[in-house]
């Protein structure tokens, strides 16, 4: 599906597909966190079953400010992590989102171009 920005003040995801997105046109095949603001980045988790408590803290540091809400895409289903796993975003107050990756691509375009401080950690599997 090709998605049509109004304005790209803001990160954002322009296309997607199985086991891929493009961000503001530039298309990845692993794994990607994106701030509402600053340039994507690779996120080292090529599974579910792989994902850990430091996956979740990367998160974190990824921007100057922290987020009000991170929006996790599974992978090709919905799929919930161990609350465990995102103890860091709880203990900050950091709200959490699990969907499916197309899922969250859709809602990450919609929440930052309302401005919001948002992150989308996008699982995508091979």
């Not at 046109?25 to 579910?48: D, E, I, K, N, Y």
Request: proline share 5%; net charge neutral.
């Amino acid at each position: 599906m090709k998605l049509h920005a109004d304005k790209l003040d803001f990160q954002s995801i322009t296309a997607y597909g199985p086991g891929w997105v493009a961000v503001n046109g530039q298309r990845h095949t692993s794994s990607l966190l994106l701030a509402s603001t600053g340039t994507p980045q690779p996120w080292q988790c090529s599974s579910f079953e792989d994902l850990s408590e430091a996956h979740f803290e990367a998160l974190l540091s990824l921007s100057n400010e922290p987020p009000e809400l991170v929006v996790f895409g599974s992978g090709s289903r919905l799929r919930f992590v161990r609350p465990a796993l995102v103890a860091s975003l709880m203990h900050k107050r950091i709200g959490l989102e699990t969907m499916d990756t197309a899922a969250a691509c859709r809602t990450f375009n919609i929440l930052a171009a309302e401005g919001r401080r948002v992150i989308a950690a996008l699982l995508l599997e091979n």
